[in-house]
């Protein structure tokens, strides 16, 4: 799922950078963090760094809801992601991230 994810991000923004941190979790960036990915026994958590101001027509995230800055969305084995919909999350990140950089 996180190889999908991987591929699914890097066709969204074909600029973003991908670094390990924090003891081996993904994270991508493009003028700040655009998401984290983590792995757990039962979910792959993509934790958007500015989710809570980010469109969600679609309705990805599903976790993390309550937190004034981050979403996340927990992908259950078997879990069906809808691409269009997540590389438009990606690409609405870049764009947030671009539109606030110093610089």
Not at 31 to 49: H, N
Request: aromatic letters at 6%; glycine letters at 10%; charged letters at 25%.
């Amino acid at each position: 799922m996180l190889a999908q994810v991987r591929g699914l991000i890097q066709q969204a923004d074909p600029e973003v950078v991908e670094e390990w941190k924090w003891r081996g979790v993904p994270v991508w960036s493009h003028r700040g963090i655009i998401c984290t990915g983590e792995t757990y026994r039962s979910v792959v958590k993509l934790t958007f760094a500015k989710g809570a101001a980010l469109p969600d027509p679609s309705g990805l995230f599903n976790a993390s809801l309550d937190g004034g800055t981050r979403r996340a969305i927990d992908l259950r084995e078997g879990a069906l992601l809808d691409a269009r919909a997540f590389k438009a999350l990606v690409r609405a990140a870049a764009e947030l991230n671009a539109s606030t950089a110093r610089g």
